[in-house]
């Protein structure tokens, strides 16, 4: 009786874990982030900002949430390290690109390696949200001018390059990945918009799992 008991209350109790990675170019913020989250969700606080250097590898964090528990995997961002990020592709519910909205100089740099992470078939059909960080700096472009600037700098690339055919139907599902893109404004180091953006990727961790079942 007892084992059935136990049984039946961690079957109503069990949650669901769910992996988000959080990628983008070095400096974006993504340490930042990840353990703003951490301080935000958890008993235990993430570390402070000072305390942060530039990740080799991963950092990994995990919240709870109702029936959920959400695993992030923070990943280096620098050159030499972007090559490990495909690894994690396969395994991933949802992809958190991290752009650093007040480096203007690098803003093309970013969009060009975003670009080549949507063209990675694994992540197709994976909840993506773009977080235009670095909001609490001055310099830093709003959400709808990193939206345009995005849009532009993607009309452009089309514009130089001569596309093959085969490349033309890869670009018409990145074009509508696009139009649908979610882009939301955070700062990690304040923590303004953190919590809306962790509720985004538990709700469509949440929908796209169903839509799996179904
Ligand atoms: N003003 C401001 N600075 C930030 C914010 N988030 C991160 N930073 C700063 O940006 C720098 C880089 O932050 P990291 O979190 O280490 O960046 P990262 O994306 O993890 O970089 P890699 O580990 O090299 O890939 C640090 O000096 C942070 O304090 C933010 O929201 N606002
Ligand atoms: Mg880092």
């Given amino acids: 009786m007892y084992h059935l008991l136990k049984g039946l209350h961690e079957y109503l109790t069990r949650k669901e874990e769910f992996s988000v990675i959080i990628i983008g170019l070095d400096g974006a913020g993504k340490t930042t982030l990840l353990e703003k989250i951490k301080t935000l969700y958890n008993d235990t606080p993430g570390l402070p900002a000072d305390k942060i250097a530039p990740t080799v590898g991963q950092n990994t964090g995990k919240i709870t949430l109702p029936s959920t528990i959400l695993q992030f995997w923070d990943l280096g961002g620098q050159k030499g390290i972007r090559s490990i990020w495909h690894r994690y592709y396969d395994d991933c519910h949802a992809v958190a ?28 059909g994976v909840p993506l949200l773009l977080l235009a ?24 690339k089309q514009e130089s390059a001569r596309i093959r055919y085969a490349e033309e139907m890869e670009m018409e599902g990145r074009r509508e990945r696009i139009a649908s893109l979610d882009v939301m404004g955070v700062s990690a180091l304040e923590g303004t918009g953190v919590r809306e953006a962790v509720d985004w990727l538990f709700i469509r961790v949440q929908n796209s799992r169903r839509r799996e079942d179904q």
Avoid: C, M, T
């Fill in 97 to 124: 690109y991290v752009i650093d909205a007040s480096d203007r100089e690098r803003l093309s740099e970013g969009w060009e390696v975003f670009d080549s992470v949507l063209s990675n078939r694994q992540i197709l």
């Fill in 133 to 156: 960080n670095k909001q609490d700096s001055p310099d830093s472009l709003s959400v709808e001018e990193i939206r345009h600037d995005y849009e532009e700098w993607h009309q452009r």
